[in-house]
């Protein structure tokens, strides 16, 4: 019973929470994960806003500031400033609270997952394991980084320490505060950390991340350069201080009156007409008090200029010392000068150490190709002339050299495509080579299952001008499919004599397709059929190969490729065919030309057989009639007669000659097997 109650409470229990489908639960009550694109696009948004909050922070050192006139000088706070930067920080700040709340509501991977060895592990969505784990981790460094601390010490602390014997030591107290951009900072490195465990790098390209370098080593010059103005502020009210406390004038000294409040009130007044304070405080004069490293925002009057006017100085003298590691400081004996000047230097040297060096290597990734390539072409140059090759070879490896660079830029595109899975790099080759390939006569009457397999096993072929791609009976190892370019196919049939045919391929045909009626033989040996023309590149050609192994793979993959319509396309855009067909047909006009010729010349012997014996019977006649007044002409007629059976006897040998004489023969070329095999029935 007292289990069963138990069960029962248990199920009341879970009757009351809220179950939520997937996907469908409130957006307050979401745990995100923290591979997903919204945290990633959150993070992006974050370290922009952390970028902004420490460029801001900086600027409160800005608000203390030098006014009063030419012959009298007070400390005074540009209330237009302050307010300016109090409310881009508190927008700031807003930006690290959301990132708290955030990270309350992201899980987090599990550092003891068994699926950890294969893969990421597995992600916690518990709210209260995600709290207790943050808690534990960096929840404190966020909530001091979320404080708003200047606002609190400038708009109340600082007011209310104010009084008639306050010392202007209230800087000190608003740089004190801001040692919150400690932790500010330091949060920018675990969140580029989650950046390129979620994406392999901070930026996408070398010249954005040269850009994020640079600006970071920019925003250190701006933080020392506005950290220099204030040392220097508070060192130029020093000296006043020090001269005031040992002044023995008409009217006392009072630390009260280096505050502009003071600067309209009669006994301040007074006190300025006869103190020497700042004239024993100016740097332009002869005095014992040694400014050190701060002279120069004295002298120049940078401590009393306008707001742009001094941050732009500033932002210069910052980014000068780091450059130089401050070098070119010339410190006093002042403690707190020294140690700043140490800082400077310590500084600029991990800086420009890392973040120039990371940019240098940014920038240099962008030349890396070109730089390999030139080493490459050097090495080239070096082994041709290492071993003596002529000038025509020099000149055409210099030639595919830069033809080859021109095309692919270095890159090896087989090497990218084999690291990819197959159905990725099925779909690029897809995208690459389907338009192309279907522009080919022969492959556009295939489905599209079939030309997803020879895409697939496509490689791209570069040829230069002048060469060879394959000649009159060596082995053929692929068959090519221009894309661009023109190639000269010949072929002497074998070598016969007097016997030449060429022609032009052009973008869209094809050669090579003695291979496959080799790959589409049932039984075909491992032995590569013999070329049957030499073909030649007549300008640079880009083509996609279809090597031999591959061919033979998909024809017996594939029975789709036997059929009647691919062999009457094969036929019809084969070149070789075209040859055959072109002598078939010139043989055939030349045999028929020959038999009119016999006719003709049977005709021509009859005709003169006739006339002969229609010659030979009036000649009879006429012996008859003249034999007795013309005894001279027997001998004419017999010279006619012999005349006349010369010729005849010339046609007969001519007929017999042209019967005798052979067309050359070209042999019908070897025909693929389109039809499939009796067992596949």
């Avoid at 400077?344 to 240099?364: K, P, R």
């Amino acid at each position: 019973m007292v289990g069963g109650r138990n069960r029962l409470h248990e199920m009341g229990k879970v009757g009351r929470s809220k179950v939520f489908p997937e996907g469908s639960a409130p957006w307050y009550k979401r745990i995100l994960d923290p591979g997903s694109e919204i945290v990633l696009q959150w993070n992006w948004v974050f370290i922009v806003s952390c970028l902004v909050a420490l460029f801001i922070d900086p600027l409160y050192f800005y608000l203390p500031a030098v006014g009063g006139d030419a012959t009298s000088s007070c400390v005074k706070t540009d209330t237009s400033l302050r307010i300016v930067v109090t409310c881009f920080r508190t927008i700031a700040d807003i930006f690290y609270l959301l990132h708290i709340i955030i990270k309350f509501r992201t899980g987090y991977v599990a550092p003891n997952s068994t699926t950890r060895v294969f893969g990421r592990g597995e992600v916690v969505m518990d709210p209260k394991k995600i709290a207790q784990r943050y808690l534990r981790s960096d929840f404190f460094i966020d909530l001091i980084a979320t404080l708003p601390l200047p606002q609190i010490v400038i708009w109340f602390i600082i007011p209310a320490t104010r009084s008639s014997r306050t010392d202007h030591k209230n800087n000190a107290l608003a740089l004190i505060v801001l040692l919150q951009y400690i932790p500010r900072l330091y949060l920018i490195f675990p969140l580029s950390s989650q950046i390129i465990k979620a994406t392999g790098v901070v930026t996408k390209t070398a010249w954005a991340g040269a850009a994020y370098n640079l600006l970071l080593y920019m925003l250190a010059s701006h933080v020392v350069g506005a950290a220099w103005y204030v040392l220097s502020l508070d060192r130029y009210t020093s000296c006043w201080k020090r001269i005031c406390r040992t002044e023995f004038a008409t009217v006392r000294c009072n630390l009260h009156y280096l505050d502009c409040d003071t600067f309209g009130h009669d006994d301040r007044t007074i006190w300025a007409n006869g103190t020497d304070v700042f004239e024993n405080c100016d740097p332009r004069n002869d005095i014992d008090f040694q400014y050190g490293i701060f002279e120069t925002a004295v002298k120049k009057n940078v401590v009393s200029a306008s707001f742009l006017e001094k941050y732009f100085f500033c932002l210069w003298w910052g980014l000068q010392q780091l450059s130089s590691y401050g070098q070119n400081l010339s410190t006093s004996t002042f403690i707190g000068e020294t140690l700043f000047a140490i800082l400077i230097s310590i500084l600029g040297l991990v800086l420009f150490a890392h973040l120039i060096g990371n940019m240098q290597t940014y920038l240099q990734s962008l030349t890396v190709r070109l730089e390999e390539w030139r080493l490459k072409r050097r090495d080239t140059e070096e082994w041709m002339r290492h071993r003596q090759l002529p000038e025509d070879l020099k000149h055409r490896v210099r030639r595919f050299v830069q033809y080859k660079w021109l095309a692919t830029r270095g890159v090896n595109e087989e090497a990218i495509l084999c690291g990819l899975p197959a159905d990725l790099r099925r779909d690029i080759q897809r995208h690459l080579c389907l338009d192309l390939v279907r522009r080919v006569p022969f492959f556009s009457q295939m489905d599209d299952q079939l030309l997803d397999a020879i895409c697939e096993r496509l490689v791209s072929s570069l040829s230069t001008e002048g060469t060879y791609l394959v000649r009159e009976g060596d082995p053929v190892t692929e068959m090519l499919f221009i894309i661009r370019g023109r190639l000269d196919s010949s072929t002497t049939n074998g070598g016969r004599t007097g016997f030449f045919n060429s022609i032009v391929l052009r973008p869209g045909d094809f050669c090579g397709e003695e291979l496959l009626a080799w790959a589409l033989l049932p039984k075909s040996t491992m032995n590569l059929p013999s070329s049957t023309r030499t073909v030649r590149a007549l300008v640079e050609v880009e083509a996609f190969a279809l090597r031999a192994e591959d061919l033979k793979f998909v024809a017996n993959q594939f029975r789709r490729l036997h059929s009647k319509q691919l062999q009457h396309t094969f036929r019809f855009y084969s070149h070789h065919w075209r040859t055959w067909a072109a002598c078939f047909i010139q043989a055939a006009w030349r045999r028929y030309k020959r038999r009119m010729m016999e006719n003709n010349l049977t005709m021509t012997e009859l005709f003169a057989l006739d006339e002969k014996e229609g010659d030979e019977t009036v000649q009879e006649e006429e012996k008859m009639l003249t034999a007795v007044s013309n005894p001279s002409q027997p001998k004419l007629n017999l010279g006619v007669t012999i005349l006349a059976s010369k010729f005849a006897a010339n046609t007969r040998r001519g007929a017999r000659k042209i019967k005798d004489v052979e067309m050359p023969k070209l042999q019908k070329p070897e025909e693929p097997d389109f039809s499939t095999e009796p067992d596949d029935d």
